[in-house]
C-alpha cells in the first residue's frame, strides 16, 4: 500500500522534529535576519507554530475554502518581510522563491527523518508519494514547480549541498536561542523545553548544534538512539484519533475562524 504525506502527515510524532526544521531554517543567513528582525516567533512560539502547521495540514487535507485562508494569511504575513540590499548587509524578501525552496525542503526532510525513525525506512512507491507531496507546500505559495527538485536523488543532491555551507549567524542563532531557552513563555511551555531541546539537538547536523550551543556528546547521543528505539515500538501503538489529534485540532480551529470571519462580513454588509 502506498502511504504519502496524506497517510503520515497527520501524525503527532512529527512535532518532535519542528525544532530542527525551525532551526534549520533560521540557519539561512536571509531566514535568519528576516525573522529576527520581523517575526513574534520567540515571544509567541507556540502560536507560531500552530500557524505553520495549520498551514500544512490545510494544504494537504484541506477544502479549498481551508487553503485559500491559510494561503491569505500566510501572505499576508509576508508582506512586510523584506529588506533591500545595503553596503554592509544583504538583503531578504519572504517572496523569494529561493528562500521558500529551502523552508519546505527542511519540513520534508525533517518529516522523512522523523517518519522512518519511528516506522522504519519507506518503500520507494511511498517514499517518492511523501516527496511529491511535499512540494503542494511551497508551490501553494511562491515556489515555481520546476524549482522543487524532480526527485528524491535531486533533492539529496540539493540538501548535501546546502547542509555543507550552512553556518547559523547572528539574527538566526539570536532566535533559535531565544526559542531553546524561553523566558517569558507559558510554564508548561518551558517545562517541556529541556526534552524538546535534546530531541532537536539529537536530530540536527553537528555543525548546527555547536552553531546554536547545544551541548552534545557520545553519552548524549546514545540516549538519543535509545529514546528513538522506544518511540518507534510505543508511538505506532498509540490509537490514531490521538496521533491525529493536533491535525483535527489545527483545523476544527481554522474552520471556527472562517466561520466567525464570515458572519462579521455578514453583519458589516447589514450594517453598511
Known amino acids: 500500500m502506498v502511504r504519502g504525506m496524506a497517510e503520515y502527515g497527520a501524525e503527532g510524532i512529527l ?3 519542528a525544532g530542527r526544521a525551525l532551526l534549520l531554517q533560521l540557519a539561512d543567513p536571509a531566514v535568519g535576519r528576516g525573522v529576527d528582525e520581523h517575526s513574534t516567533f520567540v515571544g509567541r512560539p507556540v502560536s507560531r507554530l500552530k500557524g505553520t502547521l495549520t498551514y500544512v495540514y490545510a494544504i494537504v487535507y ?3 475554502e481551508q487553503v485559500n485562508e491559510v494561503r491569505r494569511r500566510v501572505n499576508r504575513a509576508h508582506v512586510p518581510v523584506r529588506k533591500d540590499d545595503t553596503e554592509t548587509s544583504p538583503g531578504y524578501n ?3 522563491p529561493e528562500l521558500q525552496l529551502w523552508v519546505v525542503a527542511t519540513l520534508y526532510d525533517t518529516a522523512i ?3 522512518e525513525k519511528i516506522y522504519g525506512p519507506l518503500d520507494d512507491e511511498s517514499a517518492d508519494a511523501m516527496y511529491q ?3 503542494r507546500i511551497g508551490t501553494a ?3 515555481p514547480p520546476g524549482m ?3 526527485d528524491r536523488e535531486a533533492f539529496g543532491r540539493y540538501w548535501d549541498a546546502r547542509i555543507s555551507t550552512l553556518h547559523a549567524e547572528g539574527g538566526g542563532v539570536h532566535v533559535g536561542r531565544g526559542l531553546l531557552y524561553p523566558k517569558h513563555t507559558a510554564l508548561w511551555y518551558r517545562a517541556i523545553m529541556p526534552s524538546a531541546r535534546f530531541l532537536t539537538a539529537g536530530l540536527l547536523p553537528d555543525q548546527l548544534r555547536q552553531d546554536f550551543g547545544l551541548p552534545w556528546s557520545g553519552r548524549r547521543e546514545r540516549r538519543f538512539n535509545r529514546t528513538m528505539r522506544v518511540l518507534s515500538v510505543a508511538y505506532p501503538k498509540v490509537p490514531r484519533r490521538i496521533r491525529h489529534w493536533f491535525k483535527d485540532y489545527c483545523l476544527n480551529s481554522l474552520d ?3 466561520r466567525a470571519n464570515s458572519q462579521a462580513g455578514k453583519r458589516q454588509g447589514v450594517r453598511a
Open 113 to 115: 527523518t522523523v517518519i
Open 62 to 64: 484541506g477544502t479549498d
Open 256 to 258: 471556527a475562524d472562517i
Open 94 to 96: 519572504a517572496f523569494d
Open 15 to 17: 512535532l518532535a522534529g
Open 133 to 135: 507531496d511535499y512540494a
Open 141 to 143: 505559495l511562491q515556489l
Open 148 to 150: 522543487w527538485p524532480a
